[in-house]
């Protein structure tokens, strides 16, 4: 069974910097495209930046394009969300999640495993 576990997340100042990570457990990590999706209090989900396998294509919602970075370490497993310059309207619980196949972008039917969530708080 694929495990994503989340941490990184916090309560931050409108302008500060968080960085999230997100290590799957899975065998051949490089083969599979990841996602970046936030859920406000009383929002749908929504995405946020995708991935591909050896992350030579990425793309980002228009709202955090310029302020978000995604990046991944094939060796650890793991995919990272750099995010700068936040604003309050980011706060909701980031999850990262797995897509069936090399790049999914913003495809939200097409990732098949999620993390539990890590929240993020920004203050004004």
């Known amino acids: 069974q694929v495990q994503l576990v989340e941490s990184g997340g916090g309560l931050v100042q409108a302008g500060g910097s968080l960085r999230l990570s997100c290590v799957v457990s899975?065998?051949?990590?490089?083969?599979?495209?990841m996602g970046w999706f936030r859920q406000a209090p009383g929002k749908e989900r929504e995405f946020v930046g995708a991935?591909?396998?050896?992350?030579?294509?990425?793309t980002y919602a228009d709202s955090v394009k310029d302020r978000f970075t995604i990046s991944r370490d094939n060796a650890k497993n793991t995919v990272y969300l750099q995010m700068n310059n936040l604003k309050p309207d980011d706060t909701a619980v980031y999850y990262c999640?797995?897509?069936?196949?090399?790049?999914?972008?913003?495809?939200?039917?097409?990732?098949?495993?999620w993390g539990q969530g890590t929240r993020v708080t920004v203050s004004s």
């Open positions: 999640a797995r897509a069936g196949n090399y790049y999914s972008g913003n495809n939200y039917g097409a990732y098949h495993d």
């Open positions: 899975i065998e051949a990590f490089s083969n599979y495209g």
């Open positions: 991935i591909s396998g050896r992350g030579g294509a990425t």
